[in-house]
């Protein structure tokens, strides 16, 4: 069974703080991308990755910084958290070949 | 920018209603299209692929309209288990998947 497995369901942070959002997939899948999902908003790409050591911004990268030093890991980084980065984050893999993506669980961030 | 636009909802239908979404893309160039199915709290996942000649699942049956930029999705005999967030997603070449809002659908009993 094919997964996607984001580090932690629920986190809460203060802000200013360094927070750091682990995925891990077992797929072998080059590909990987972090979204966040707001109410009303949608799904909205904040990085991508297209192979080990390459990212490239999405849509709304302001804030956020990624790292990819492995191919089945790809982390997401806070450098200093804020409120309006309160959301929910998801992971997400696939394949060049198919492009189907497959989604981690989420994890649900609160920044007080 | 290229997008993709859903009507938000809510969708609320009775059970054994047949029930019809669509959703248009902006970008001429995208190759393939997706519908995925999002439960409250959980992450997305795959409903079916759209094909150009359009396709059926069981009780589902996605068709795409190039012409006019819109794929369409159709549920026949809504079931309770049915109630979901489905998201539109177009797709072109080796670029990240653009998916829409979602609409929601409440099927009651």
């Known amino acids: 069974d094919v997964k996607v497995t984001q580090s932690s369901r629920y986190l809460v942070k203060r802000t200013g703080e360094k927070v750091f959002l682990e995925c891990v997939q077992d797929?072998?899948?080059?590909?990987m991308f972090w979204y966040r999902q707001d109410p009303g908003l949608g799904l909205r790409l904040i990085y991508f990755s297209y192979d080990v050591k390459m990212k490239e911004k999405g849509d709304i990268p302001e804030g956020y910084s990624v790292s990819r030093e492995k191919k089945e890991r790809f982390s997401l980084i806070l450098e200093s958290a804020s409120t309006n980065q309160t959301s929910m984050y998801l992971c997400?893999?696939?394949?060049?070949?198919?492009?189907?993506?497959?989604f981690g669980q989420g994890t649900r961030l609160t920044v007080v | 920018r290229k997008e993709v636009e859903q009507d938000p909802g809510p969708f609320n239908v009775p059970e054994g209603a047949t029930v019809a979404f669509n959703c248009t893309y902006s970008n001429s160039a995208s190759q393939s299209f997706f519908w995925y199915r999002q439960d409250c709290r959980k992450e997305p996942k795959l409903l079916m692929s759209?094909?150009?000649s359009g396709n059926e699942d069981g009780r589902f049956t996605a068709q795409l309209n190039r012409a006019s930029q819109y794929i369409s999705l159709l549920i026949r005999d809504s079931k309770l288990s049915d109630s979901a967030t489905y998201l539109c997603?177009?797709?072109?070449?080796?670029?990240?998947?653009?998916f829409g809002k979602g609409t929601r659908l409440s099927v009651i009993a």
């Open positions: 997603v177009a797709h072109s070449g080796n670029t990240p998947l653009v």
């Open positions: 797929m072998d899948h080059e590909n």
């Open positions: 759209v094909y150009s």
């Open positions: 997400a893999s696939s394949s060049p070949r198919n492009t189907e993506a497959f």
